[in-house]
């Protein structure tokens, strides 16, 4: 059965750098058959798409955080990591890792991990 | 690029149906179909509800459904219950092979 666990600090300083690592148990990330994504959702706001790792190892990223944002892989220890820089009190927000299961369609995510809140602050 | 237009609210009484609209553009909901939606309760990650505009994966009710017109794609409730209040989301597959949601709706059964 397929579970992503997102982990890392809860709370980060402003201009520092907020780093998440997606474990992943039931799949390997480097199937051919699925990308892997994070997304985003602000307290009490809706959800915003982060960025897709393909397969290939080709990355996309929303326009808007596309010059604060790297996602990687760790073949080795089956997890994927999401790294945003210079955050702001506005980067505040439940981090969600998801997979994507279609090669074809990228955008759709049809396992999503239990979400991680990390807060910029001070 | 732009958030989907969703309206904010929509209610029904159980056992009717409702719809949630999801506006795009040519770019997005009209290029492709590869629209999906998304079903939140409060404090829980998002389930796919519908994908490809139209397919439910395994497991979700046939009183979901999915349909496209143009640069609107549509999110149809049949025989509403209360386990299906929750907020709702589009997202589209972009010309610019990015992802784009919609700011979401509250489905409310009254």
């Known amino acids: 059965q397929l579970q992503l666990q997102e982990s890392g600090p809860g709370l980060v300083k402003p201009s520092e750098t907020l780093s998440l690592t997606c474990s992943v148990s039931g799949a390997s990330i480097t199937s051919s058959y699925y990308h892997w994504g994070w997304i985003r959702q602000p307290p009490g706001k809706g959800l915003e798409w982060i960025g897709t790792m393909y397969y290939s190892g080709s990355t996309y990223y929303n326009p808007s955080l596309k010059s604060r944002v790297t996602i990687s892989v760790d073949t080795s220890k089956n997890h994927f990591s999401l790294r945003l820089f210079s955050v702001t009190a506005a980067d505040t927000a439940v981090f969600y890792c998801?997979?994507?299961?279609?090669?074809?369609?990228?955008?759709?995510?049809?396992?999503w991990g239990q979400g991680t809140l990390v807060t910029v602050s001070s | 690029q732009s958030a989907l237009t969703q309206p904010a609210s929509v209610s029904g009484s159980p056992g009717q149906s409702i719809t949630i609209s999801c506006s795009g553009t040519s770019s997005d909901v009209g290029a492709y179909n590869y629209v999906s939606w998304y079903q939140q309760h409060p404090g829980k990650a998002p389930k796919v509800m519908i994908y490809?505009?139209?397919y439910r994966p395994s497991g979700v009710s046939n009183r979901f459904s999915g349909s496209k017109s143009g640069n609107t794609a549509s999110l149809a409730i049949s025989g509403l219950q209360a386990e299906d209040e929750a907020d709702y989301y589009c997202s589209s597959y972009t010309s610019s092979r990015t992802v784009v949601f919609g700011g979401g709706t509250k489905l409310t059964v009254l």
């Open positions: 490809d505009v139209t």
């Open positions: 998801a997979r994507v299961p279609s090669t074809y369609d990228p955008n759709w995510f049809d396992s």
